[in-house]
């Protein structure tokens, strides 16, 4: 990647992490932006993703090897068409949203998403308490007060199926800490 990309793509990383993130039917700033530095420095090219390796641009390929690490794992289309994956783990269901799409097809990045619709809603300061102590899965309210819990993957090309799992590993167990965390 040369300078100029690298610079672009810290550029945007920060411009990005200083805005809300949308709706993600919309792929959200972060995932608009971030897929665009990705597909302007030459992923996301359309070439086939490596043997042993997975990538957003095969959500097929993602839900196969979730179903041979032992998830139930169903793919299906969001709102605005992209794909999704529905699944479970930590004993609660959790989807993995497709972003950097161009034309519902050749994703380059995942959201893994939890939300949870509690009786007694949770105030922004009680998520700000979560957030300031995880690195792995940032965490927000909706105007509900129900908490969400989400976690970024850029898979560009293709990313080694052993680190896609690394990251299934962190999730679950990040996602059992926020259950405990919201008293669920």
Known sequence: MSPFHRYAVSAVLLAAMAQPVLAKSTGGLIGDAIGSVARAAGNGS???VAEGMVSAREPAGLVSLLQDLGYRAE???DSAGDPIIHTSAAGV???LYFYGCLDNRDCDSLMFSAGFDRDQPMTPAQINEWNRKTVV???YVDDEGDPFLE???LTGDGIPASVF???MDEWEYVLGDFLDFIDW
């Open 75 to 77: 793919l299906d289309v």
């Open 93 to 95: 269901g959790f989807s």
């Open 46 to 48: 359309g070439s086939e």
């Open 165 to 167: 799992e690394g990251a």
């Open 151 to 153: 976690s970024y993957m």
């Open 137 to 139: 899965a940032g965490a």
